[in-house]
């Protein structure tokens, strides 16, 4: 074979190699970003959802230290009951957020969350502060599972009361 043959040979096939490494690097590089871009989504999500328990629970708070339950007419009140449908608005808004986030067992988990923040309106008797009380353990429920999966933790088992709470919802449906 002659010396011009055997050189081009070669350079053809260092161009083929080179482009082969180029695309392959580049599928590499779009199949990262697309990883991380889906990664970004779901912290969004779960940040999404996070601000709004921590925002429900701060108000919850509030709200229980500045009308405290003595008054039992107080939880027929318009007041409350906008006050609660608020709140109520807080873990739809949650909710929503926790559709988007690839977690099957984390969905499952702020499912009963969701469940148990709204059973206020199902369970008859509930005064204001039980109302309240019940929203505030959702919500506190929800942050704890919340936050264990931004940190990469395992879920945390249900507390013992939202527990409770969980298994009376379950009765009632």
Known sequence: MQTETLVGLIGLGGAVLGAGGAVLGGWLQSRTAKTE?????RREAAQA????L???RHELMVHYQEHPAADHQYGFSGPFQDFMHAGQRRLMAM????LLIPHSQLRERLEAVYEV?????LVPGLRAGGQ??????AA?????????FLRGDPLPPDSPGFA???QHVAERN
């Open 37 to 41: 871009r889906l990664e970004g989504y």
């Open 49 to 52: 959802a996070l601000s709004e």
């Open 54 to 56: 921590v925002q429900l």
């Open 95 to 98: 909710n929503a957020s926790v």
């Open 117 to 121: 923040g709204n059973a206020w309106l």
């Open 132 to 137: 309240i009380q019940w929203m505030q353990s």
């Open 140 to 148: 506190r429920e929800g942050t704890e599972i919340l936050g264990a």
């Open 164 to 166: 409770g709470m969980r």
